[in-house]
């Protein structure tokens, strides 16, 4: 039974297209080291500098200087976001349990709000509750399809594409009408929700499904053209298992999401705790 249950889990993980695996680990790996950045620059910063060494301080400042250049952060943090989202996408087609996926992930991102609260640092509508909606919108439109890949094809491509538009809509009317964003109710939702407008709405992560549920829609469309037999689209460049290191985070990244800080935090903590007593580490970062 035991090697039964082995060769199953064989099989389901050589069933597994590669790629997909490695581009999601990648970013993975993108954002953990994104926010390793910010944790050093901007909550052990003060506690790093005050030791008087002079690597912490030289980290420090490499981490100022990365988040200081925004235009290279922010546009590789868009791409990051747009493979992520079209990824998930098409991992909805490989699915068997789309709601549960969906569920799992609204679950963990609820948790993630609770605890980011009672630290004084909310999360109200991340990435991972994004992805949460996007996996139980799909469902949705797959059920109403009822199961027909042509026609849930067909539909999310429709609405990804009009959720880009409406967003580039959104903006271009915030940009020529501030005013009315803040005036007129319904204005004031579509920006304290939709566009994220800082006068009126503040997450510590914050990712509106205008536009990125879009690019999911679009991605869950492209998987009937890109993988029609959901086999890998270069196996050939996937072998000897190089890709591994990568693809290993990629296999589990909403779990990486969901625990990466705490880890990084702690690792950052114990490097602290060479340098300081606990009571000065936590005099500074509180």
């Known amino acids: 039974m035991t090697s039964a249950l082995l060769a199953n889990r064989k099989s389901k993980s050589s069933n597994r297209i590669w ?101 004084n640092d909310t999360i109200k509508f991340g990435i991972l509750h994004m992805f949460a909606f996007s996996i139980i919108f799909w469902w949705l439109i797959d059920t109403i399809c009822m199961h027909n890949k042509f026609f849930t094809t067909g539909i999310c491509l429709f609405l990804g594409v009009m959720i880009i538009m409406m967003d580039k809509g959104f903006m271009a009317t915030y940009a020529a009408n501030k005013q009315a964003f803040t005036d007129n109710n319904t204005f004031y939702f579509l920006g304290e929700f939709m566009l994220g407008d800082p006068r009126n709405f503040s997450s510590a992560d914050y990712y509106p499904i205008f536009p990125t549920t879009g690019y999911m829609l679009i991605g869950s469309s492209l998987a009937i053209f890109l993988y029609p037999k959901k086999k890998s689209l270069l196996p050939w460049l996937g072998k000897y298992d190089w890709h591994k290191p990568f693809s290993f985070w990629g296999k589990i990244a909403i779990w990486v999401y969901a625990l990466h800080q705490v880890a990084v935090v702690v690792l950052l903590s114990l490097v602290s705790f060479c340098f300081m007593s606990p009571s000065e580490l936590f005099y500074y970062i509180m």
Do not use: P
Not at 27 to 35: E, G, N, S, T
């Open 19 to 119: 790629e997909l695996d490695f581009l999601r680990g990648v970013c993975v790996l993108l954002m953990i080291f994104d926010h390793t950045m910010y944790d050093i620059g901007f909550l052990f910063c003060d506690a790093w500098r005050s030791v008087g060494n002079d690597t912490l301080s030289h980290l420090v400042d490499l981490a100022a200087d990365y988040y200081r250049d925004s235009a290279l952060r922010l546009t590789t943090q868009h791409i990051v976001v747009w493979i992520f989202a079209l990824l998930c996408g098409i991992s909805c087609s490989f699915s068997r349990n789309n709601l549960k996926r969906g569920v799992q992930a609204a679950i963990i991102a609820m948790i993630i709000t609770l605890v980011t609260y009672l630290m």
